[in-house]
């Protein structure tokens, strides 16, 4: 299954309300609601495979309601699930966010079952299944920080991941630091918008390029940062790129890192260089903003 992406993390179901008036704390404003399959790694996989390639979901999901809807939903859109750890006991995770004209208003990520759950979604990279100490994954795998800083950890040092091209985002700022015993993996590529990168290295940064080479000097291999409509840069053994996003109507933010992730995942596989991978993440990622479909 090397040729599979498993995409390690958050499985859940994202409720979102999005109002086309420009929103401040406290504002009650009409718009619509919606619930639809999401999480960092599901929003990875539903890219990846917008791109025709395999996706394999490592998680946790409840044996409830929405659990069982949420395993079909992903089974329709032809994601791997046969490697899910269900839960009788943990409920299914939720993500909740507040879109207004003016950007995302305010979220809650409720992944407790994620984070209970811990590195029983990971028994199939361990017990021989997808692979062993001995035998440790040799694909890519796209892993999120809505894990616990201890599992991140564990995979930091555990052989079983020696062999792995890891794609690692930090989830949210709020989860950002859970990243660094990631930080210095030798085979780690880190997507990070600014802030988070600015929260990795405890300093504030002024462009996507000057955080991409903090961050090598902090130990990253490869390192991605974004900056909303502003350059994002890449990093890595061969330099350092820039490109600027087109410029589109942004509709939903909600999923962007995501996209921008799973977009440059897929440019690499298909042998684009740096500075062509960075651009087709880049137009990907303002496809999905302004409501559009990545692929």
């Not at 009650?28 to 639809?36: E, H, W």
Request: charged content about 20%.
């Amino acid at each position: 299954m090397s040729d599979t992406i498993l995409c390690i993390g958050a499985v859940l179901w994202d409720v979102i309300g999005r109002s086309p008036r420009h929103m401040q704390l406290g504002n009650d404003a009409p718009g619509r609601i919606t619930r639809i399959p999401g999480g960092v790694a599901m929003n990875i996989a539903m890219t990846l495979r917008r791109f025709g390639l395999q996706a394999e979901l490592l998680t946790a999901i409840g044996r409830d309601a929405e659990g069982d809807e949420l395993i079909a939903a992903c089974t329709r859109m032809g994601m791997g699930t046969g490697h899910v750890y269900r839960s009788e006991d943990l409920p299914t995770d939720v993500y909740m966010a507040v879109e207004g004209a003016n950007g995302l208003i305010a979220a809650i990520a409720d992944a407790h079952s994620l984070e209970e759950a811990g590195e029983k979604i990971l028994r199939p990279l361990t017990d021989g299944t997808l692979g062993s100490a001995d035998a440790p994954y040799p694909g890519p795998i796209a892993l999120d920080g809505n894990l616990t800083e201890e599992l991140l950890g564990q995979i930091a040092q555990s052989p079983a991941f020696a062999a792995a091209d890891l794609r690692i985002a930090p989830a949210s700022p709020g989860k950002a630091e859970r990243l660094l015993p990631l930080l210095r993996a030798p085979r780690a590529t880190l997507y990070v918008n600014l802030e988070e990168a600015g929260l990795i290295c405890a300093e504030a940064f002024p462009d996507s390029a000057t955080a991409a080479r903090a961050m090598q000097k902090r130990g990253a291999a490869r390192v991605m940062v974004t900056d909303g409509f502003r350059p994002a840069a890449a990093a890595g053994p061969d330099g350092l790129v820039t490109a600027t996003p087109p410029e589109v109507l942004v509709t939903r933010v909600t999923g962007a890192g995501d996209t921008f992730m799973a977009a440059h995942i897929a440019a690499e596989l298909d042998g684009a260089d740096s500075a062509s991978a960075l651009d087709r993440a880049l137009q990907a990622a303002a496809a999905h903003v302004s409501g559009g479909a990545a692929g």
